[in-house]
């Protein structure tokens, strides 16, 4: 059984920083793409980016201030947020999918963790 655990989410002022870390179990994701996506309330589910070793993707948002890594020995991706904005505040979904092409589509991601809250206060 497939499973993404965040972790390293929490309450954070307005420029500070935090990481976030995704360890997948189950199967490997070496030659596919991990991801990151985010939800505000009452807003639909959103890219934030993605990562496989034939390419990287951010969302315009996030572009010059998050920053997307992965371990690959540890089945393992992170995302580096730095220069928070209040706007930053949803659940961060970790999101994975076994092919290589990286895609902003959440449709087309075939896992999913279970989230992890960013709170940006001003």
């Known amino acids: 059984q497939v499973q993404l655990v965040e972790s390293g989410g929490g309450l954070v002022q307005s420029g500070g920083s935090l990481r976030l870390s995704c360890a997948a179990s189950?199967?490997?994701?070496?030659?596919?793409?991990m991801a990151w996506f985010r939800q505000a309330p009452g807003k639909e589910r959103e890219f934030v980016t993605a990562?496989?070793?034939?390419?990287?993707a951010f969302a315009d948002s996030v572009k010059g201030r998050f920053t997307i890594s992965r371990d690959y020995a540890k089945n393992t991706v992170y995302l580096q947020m730095n220069s928070l904005k209040p706007e930053d505040t949803a659940v961060y979904y970790c999101?994975?999918?076994?092919?290589?092409?990286?895609?902003?589509?959440?449709?087309?991601?075939?896992?999913w963790g279970q989230g992890t809250q960013v709170t940006v206060s001003s």
């Open positions: 999101a994975a999918r076994p092919i290589l092409k990286v895609t902003t589509s959440a449709n087309e991601y075939d896992f």
């Open positions: 189950g199967r490997t994701f070496n030659n596919g793409v």
């Open positions: 990562m496989s070793w034939s390419g990287t």
